[in-house]
């Protein structure tokens, strides 16, 4: 029997990402994945020459994107114009993201637009973990004075984070993210799909050995360290080192006796974030000048990744399709028929005939954007070791460390390799 040194579990962003690394430190590695593809959250499904994604995906300048440009991957794609529009009652206006904006939206009084203008420039070099302890509706309440401006925030650190709970999420991750917004995202063309093969490719370069349709069943451990996988149909992997990227839940049940470890404490403080998405494909559009639209008195987002003109759009389609992709920030309580009718009645107003366009449409009811994030709530950050029980490791979007989105699936699938190196 092959003993691995380092045994991964799941195949998504994080697991490919701490399987590379660990195989260009020389760790003989090996990718255990339950699902028939890899990839994760991160897949790209390809319908009538149309790409969607699992929801609209933007690509920050964080952790995530310096790790693939290390790594040598092509980032192919655009960075969209922030020209955006605040939707406030039904209504569309413009939303102050640039000087024109600035000047000419109503959102904002005088009074409000000086405040604005005295945090723009005050904000991009802030040192934003100043405001680690505090919530974003800390933040807001106590630093901005004007209403509308705040409301303006609100929407602008949703947009960032995902998360409809500013009583929650810490604000200083949320302001740094809303930092690198400004610096442009990237939108990738054909999707993130082309991310996770770029990734398996390499992987398979590096001698990391892929492996899916396998569901483990138990990471079996003796004497407070890891000896190896068990997969269900009683297949046995011995590895000195397991890196469970899979969600806090799951990560506590695959591990016997978790609740006398930190994975107990983990699972218990993890809140997972989800989104119901509407993504459309469209012959033409009705109304071209609308890529952005923030809600402002409901949790909504549009964007437009195809849109023409300067920069070039991304290319999410093989015929000029145009795809836009809708959000609905979701709290505890969801219900699916509502939350796909309030989706609809935005795009009403944002793009009215839509319906005479349409090619194609993907609609999730309730998406896991991340299955924790950092907030008031946590009794201790997560990983990337297990204290308890000697070469056990996680990483993944929940095993953050500050960092939000895929900029924590990457930064903790690297300080899970880098713990793995030490030993």
């Not at 709970?165 to 442009?184: I, V, W």
């Not at 799909?193 to 590096?206: D, H, K, P, S």
């Not at 990744?305 to 145009?322: C, F, L, W, Y």
Request: charged share 20%; with cysteine; hydrophobic share 40%.
């Amino acid at each position: 029997m092959t003993k691995y040194e380092v045994a991964i579990v799941g195949g998504g962003i994080a697991g490919l990402t701490a399987a590379i690394y660990a195989a260009k430190a020389g760790k003989r590695t090996i990718v255990l994945e339950q699902q028939k593809q890899l990839g994760g959250r991160a897949i790209t499904n390809k319908k009538q020459g149309v790409y969607f994604n699992l929801g609209a995906h933007a690509l920050y300048k964080g952790e995530a994107f310096e790790a693939f440009r290390e790594l040598g991957l092509r980032l192919e794609g655009s960075t969209p114009s922030i020209d955006a529009y605040g939707m406030w009652k039904k209504q569309l206006l413009p939303f102050p993201t640039n000087a024109s904006s600035f000047l000419q939206t109503p959102l904002l009084s005088w009074g409000g637009k000086l405040e604005f203008a005295k945090w723009f420039i005050k904000f991009v070099k802030m040192d934003t973990s100043v405001w680690n302890q505090i919530s974003i509706r800390d933040w807001i309440e106590t630093q901005l004075h004007d209403p509308m401006l705040r409301n303006v925030f609100y929407a602008l650190l949703r947009t960032s984070t995902y998360v409809l709970a500013p009583e929650l999420h810490a604000a200083g991750p949320a302001l740094k993210q809303m930092q690198r917004a400004l610096k442009g995202v990237l939108y990738l063309d054909k999707g993130w799909g082309t991310i996770v093969e770029q990734l398996r490719e390499l992987a398979v370069q590096q001698g990391v050995e892929l492996v899916t349709g396998c569901k483990v069943a138990a990471v079996e451990h003796q004497d407070k360290k890891v000896h190896s996988i068990l997969c269900e149909g009683g297949a046995r992997i011995e590895a000195s080192n397991v890196i469970l990227t899979t969600p806090p839940a799951i990560s506590h049940k695959l591990v016997p006796h978790a609740d006398q470890t930190a994975l107990d404490t983990w699972n218990k403080q993890a809140i997972p974030v989800t989104v119901a998405c509407l993504d459309v494909g469209l012959r033409q559009l009705p109304i071209h000048e609308h890529q952005f639209i923030y809600g402002l008195d409901q949790p909504i987002f549009f964007t437009h990744q195809t849109r023409e003109g300067k920069p070039r759009p991304a290319i999410m389609s093989d015929d000029g399709t145009q795809v836009i992709s809708l959000f609905k920030y979701q709290g505890p309580q969801t219900d699916a028929e509502k939350d796909e009718g309030e989706l609809e009645r935005v795009l009403d107003v944002v793009q009215p005939g839509w319906r005479n366009e349409l090619v194609i449409r993907q609609f999730l009811p309730k998406m896991t954007v991340v299955h924790d994030f950092p907030h008031m709530k946590r009794m201790e950050e997560p990983g990337p070791a297990v204290p308890e029980i000697e070469g056990l490791y996680v990483a993944g979007d929940w095993v953050s460390h500050g960092e939000l989105l895929v900029d924590a699936s990457v930064a903790s699938a690297k300080r899970a390799v880098s713990q793995v190196n030490k030993y």
